[in-house]
């Protein structure tokens, strides 16, 4: 097949959304599809360099621009190539958070109105792309970008569109009113215009499903997998430091500030002999406030011989801090559509302990990695904590069926194969 995937970057740091898609692409490539990938509003940041000479389309300060000012919904093609130039989107990105919701309601309605919105200048220039490009299959890597379905469904009728859904929900909810309940009515007028929606878990299917009233037929549930390369399937679970680790965005919603207080408790109890906690993940726009407040907790418990904290990790930086935890455990406070971290965990032998909400019941189950604990419990969560680590026989139980269960059903190909299975259908 002839693939066209557009993926919105984020500019200034990882994330899983992203490298999830990127994955997906790798992986339909190696299945022998053409597949390109076309960036939006801001550069991709990946774990590797593939992608950084790529042209932005839909730049995130033209986009910006059209929105604030109508002027700039009538400049010249070469005039905005100025603003869309990947240093400078980097820059911005880096300096201010391109992608608050509080800022962006307007801009992500404007977006989701896609033809007759303020951005229909750059949704035409892509839209000619994509007409030269001409895919059998246009995937698009979040719904907040479905806007463009109408546009090209008149301009490529017997082009299928697929939309993957992960964490929009999340992202809509946090607008202020009117762009919220606005963006959510555009979004639900979308649906017509897209082939099939593919969520990332079942329990992000019955949200999307229940907050849009869409068919099951619009529907197809495609689990994440991830890039298993440099994960070593056949490493020691034994002999590991008791170290409790976090990996994510370094962000209040994460549940890091939740962490570092359980820790604090648990180091009280001093039942779990040289415990320690490590904190790594992606340093974003607003990241250094909840750093700050990490800090000043551990150094106020006079704990900071035992903390350490590590941001934009490499890839090959990522794998070597998660296969020294014993256990990993984001106690994210809000509805995670997946958590790509929790298997990232297990391929590198951590165990991992989750609040029993969202998606994590679903791959708990689904990996036998680890345990849940009852959300908003702090109490709970040191508990399965203390259990995990003072058990090592369970620990190491878990984490071997947790790693085994990922590579054999949570890896890269095991997702392309089923997304592939999923739009030709």
């Given at each position: 097949m002839k693939i066209?995937?557009?993926?919105?970057g984020t500019g200034s740091y990882y994330c899983g959304t992203c490298m999830r898609d990127y994955a997906l692409v790798q992986g339909m490539r190696e299945a022998g599809h053409s597949v390109e990938v076309l960036p939006m509003y801001l550069p991709l940041v990946l774990e590797n360099d593939e992608m950084k000479d790529s042209p932005i389309y839909v730049g995130g300060i033209n986009a910006y621009l059209q929105v604030k000012c109508a002027l700039f919904r009538y400049t010249p093609?070469?005039?905005d190539r100025l603003f869309d130039q990947q240093w400078l989107l980097r820059k911005v990105a880096g300096k201010a958070d391109m992608t608050s919701p509080k800022d962006l309601g307007k801009t992500s309605l404007e977006i989701l109105r896609g033809e007759a919105g303020a951005t229909r200048k750059s949704l035409k220039q892509l839209l000619r792309e994509l007409v030269k490009l001409n895919p059998q299959?246009?995937?698009i890597s979040n719904a907040l970008l479905s806007g463009l379905a109408k546009s090209i469904k008149k301009a490529l009728p017997d082009t299928r569109i697929i939309v993957s859904l992960h964490g929009e929900d999340t992202f809509l909810d946090s607008l202020p009113e009117p762009f919220k309940q606005e963006c959510w009515s555009e979004l639900k007028a979308c649906i017509q215009h897209v082939d099939l929606f593919v969520p990332v878990s079942e329990y992000y299917k019955g949200i999307m499903q229940e907050r849009l009233d869409m068919p099951d037929s619009k529907l197809i549930m495609v689990h994440n997998g991830i890039d298993l390369s440099g994960f070593d399937e056949n490493k020691d679970l034994n002999n590991r430091e008791n170290k409790l680790g976090f990996l994510t965005q370094l962000i209040y919603g994460k549940g890091l500030i939740d962490l570092v207080e359980a820790f604090i408790k648990l180091k009280k109890r001093q039942k779990i002999d040289g415990l320690s906690l490590a904190i790594a993940g992606?340093?974003?726009?607003g990241s250094q406030k909840v750093i700050d407040e990490?800090?000043?907790l551990v150094q106020e418990a006079?704990?900071?011989?035992?903390?350490?904290?590590?941001?934009?990790?490499?890839?090959?930086e990522k794998i070597e801090f998660l296969q020294s935890l014993k256990v990993l455990s984001v106690p994210a406070t809000y509805g995670e559509s997946f958590g790509l971290y929790v298997l990232e965990a297990l391929a590198a032998g951590a165990a991992v302990v989750q609040p029993n909400h969202a998606a994590f019941p679903e791959l708990i189950k689904a990996t036998n990695g680890g345990l849940l604990y009852a959300p908003n419990d702090q109490d709970d969560h040191c508990e399965k904590l203390e259990s995990i680590f003072l058990d090592d026989s369970m620990r190491c139980e878990m984490a071997g069926q947790g790693r085994r269960h990922v590579?054999?059903?949570f890896s890269q190909s095991a997702m392309t194969a089923n997304f592939l299975k999923?739009?030709?259908s």
């Open positions: 066209v995937y557009l993926i919105a093609l070469w005039f299959v246009l995937c992606a340093r974003v726009p990490a800090q000043s006079g704990l900071e011989a035992d903390f350490s904290i590590q941001t934009n990790l490499t890839r090959n590579f054999q059903y999923a739009i030709e």
